[in-house]
Structures are given as structure tokens and as C-alpha cells.
């Protein structure tokens, strides 16, 4: 069975900085990209972040360029999410997702997530 465990979440001044974490298990981890999703209060899901299999590639996107960091730890089985500059505008449940093998052409291929982690950017 896959397990997406995000931590890190929690309540911040905006400027102040995060630092998010996704333990996977149950799937060939090394194998797959690993994408974050966020969902703010009320709005729907939105795409944040993709990091491909060797961390060779990320993606991210416009509105977090330039303040997050994602990463990967194949060795581990972790993935992590830098939020750095927080803004009011980040305040969402961050989701950690199991995307598609690097094989794989599938248009969507996020097909695990995790529970999520609360991050709420607030003075």
C-alpha cells in the first residue's frame, strides 16, 4: 500500500519561512516524479511544485518562483518543500503526491496523495 506522509506545516509571519517533508512508502519511489499540490481555503487545487526522478529537473509554479526549493532524497524515501518569503497568498494545505513514473506519458499520473500539512501565513 502507498504511504504520502507530509510534516512541516504549521503558523507563520509573512517573510517567515517552512520547511515541508513527505515520507513515501509502499512504491518504487526513485522511479516517479513527486509534485506538491496546494489547496487554499475555499479555492480548488492548484499545482505548486514537481521534481523529476534524479532532481535533474524541477518545476514550479509562477507565483512561488524564486521562494521555494523542492528536493529529493531517493536514498530516504523523502521529498521536502522549502517555503521561503511566505506571503498571505501561500496560507493552504500543502499535499504531497505521487505523480508518474519517469516512463510514463500519462496526462495526469497523481494518482496517491498524502493527508496533507496545514501551512497558515498570518500576522
Known amino acids: 500500500q502507498v504511504f504520502l506522509v507530509e510534516s512541516g506545516g504549521g503558523l507563520v509571519q509573512p517573510g517567515g519561512s517552512l520547511r515541508l517533508s513527505c515520507a513515501a512508502s509502499g512504491f518504487t519511489f526513485s522511479d516517479h516524479y513527486i509534485t506538491w499540490v496546494r489547496q487554499a481555503p475555499g479555492k480548488g487545487l492548484e499545482w505548486v511544485s514537481t521534481?523529476?526522478?534524479?532532481?535533474?529537473?524541477?518545476h514550479y509554479t509562477d507565483s512561488v518562483k524564486g521562494r521555494f526549493t523542492i528536493s529529493r532524497d531517493n536514498a530516504k524515501n523523502t521529498v521536502s518543500l522549502q517555503l521561503n518569503s511566505l506571503k498571505s497568498e501561500d496560507t493552504a494545505v500543502y499535499y504531497c503526491v505521487k505523480d508518474r513514473p519517469w516512463w510514463s506519458q500519462a496526462a495526469d499520473g497523481m494518482d496517491s496523495w498524502g493527508k496533507g500539512t496545514l501551512v497558515t501565513v498570518s500576522s
Open positions: 521534481i523529476y526522478t534524479d532532481s535533474s529537473i524541477t
